[in-house]
């Protein structure tokens, strides 16, 4: 499985972005599509994910103004993230899980910056 990211740039407090991740395949199987994200001196964390079935979560930081989806269709799940903060500037990564195995895709920079 093969992820490409992409979607991110600099963007003022209070704007939006939309990330994508595309997957190589089919991702009807996938029981797990998540976005990550780690800023500069952080650890990484989970920002958000969506199950096989439709669920998702999201971290309190980005409740209510990102919202994650997928389209089985087009093989992606998008982030769409609205009302930025400075505090989201990170490098953003997805990653899925299917048959029990992890895999990443490249991370995309978002600065949300005046």
């Known amino acids: 499985v093969q992820l490409q990211a992409s979607g991110g740039g600099l963007v003022q407090p209070g704007g939006s972005l939309r990330l994508s991740c595309a997957a190589s395949g089919s991702i009807f199987s996938f029981n797990f599509m998540g976005w990550y994200r780690q800023a500069p001196g952080k650890q990484r964390e989970l920002v958000a994910f969506i199950t096989k079935g439709g669920s998702t979560n999201y971290a309190d930081a980005v409740k209510g103004r990102f919202t994650i989806s997928r389209d089985n269709a087009k093989n992606t799940v998008y982030l769409q993230m609205n009302s930025l903060k400075p505090e989201d500037t990170a490098v953003y990564s997805c990653?899925?899980?299917?048959?029990?195995?992890?895999?990443w895709g490249k991370g995309t920079q978002v600065t949300v910056s005046s």
């Open positions: 990653k899925v899980q299917k048959l029990g195995a992890d895999y």
